[in-house]
């Protein structure tokens, strides 16, 4: 078997808002989850594993690696030096899981597919993964960012449509963020 299983969980800051173990993905979410589980190959470390949904998402991954290799055995060659050789799995193996993130949806989940509980984080640990995953960790880690030339940015964290309303009125446009959400929302 295989040190590591590789997991693409893009619902990580949609899941970590919720933060129960019984969240489930829209199913758009759910989609893209399936269609993209593949991209944790291009950064898996060597001897791992990447899960993915099914295994024909490998079998069209390699027929586009190979249509842009264009039959050049060099061009094959770099890519083959440049990607990992990590292994496919459409299985939920007992191992250790490097998800995109952990949460108390996914741990539940590797629960119920069998994972044993010394490969999964404690509650602790996944409370902790939500502190350190908020934009609220924003206000403390920005100040110092600022303090490198060529940075710029300012955070307020609202707790009431009034705090927010009275915010926007002293400073005009904003670009509003939850303390976590899906991609640029």
Request: include cysteine; glycine fraction near 6%; aromatic fraction near 10%.
């Amino acid at each position: 078997m295989f040190p590591n299983v590789y997991l693409f969980n893009p619902d990580y800051d949609m899941a970590m808002a919720d933060f129960t173990p019984y969240y489930k993905s829209p199913a758009e979410i759910m989609r893209m989850i399936a269609d993209l589980s593949v991209l944790p190959w291009w950064f898996a470390e060597e001897g791992n594993c990447v899960k993915v949904e099914n295994m024909a998402l490998v079998s069209l991954l390699q027929k586009q690696l190979r249509e842009v290799c264009g039959g050049s055995m060099e061009v094959e060659r770099r890519l083959d030096e440049l990607l990992p050789r990590a292994a496919w799995t459409a299985e939920w193996p007992s191992v250790r899981y490097i998800p995109w993130g952990w949460t108390p949806a996914l741990v539940h989940r590797l629960r119920q597919e069998g994972v044993e509980e010394c490969f999964l984080p404690s509650e602790e640990a996944v409370r902790r993964f939500r502190f350190l995953s908020s934009r609220q960790r924003c206000l403390e880690v920005l100040p110092e960012l600022l303090k490198i030339d060529g940075t710029c940015g300012e955070m307020k964290a609202c707790v009431s449509l009034s705090e927010l309303e009275a915010f926007l009125q002293e400073r005009g446009e904003l670009v509003l963020k939850a303390p976590w959400s899906g991609s640029g929302s």
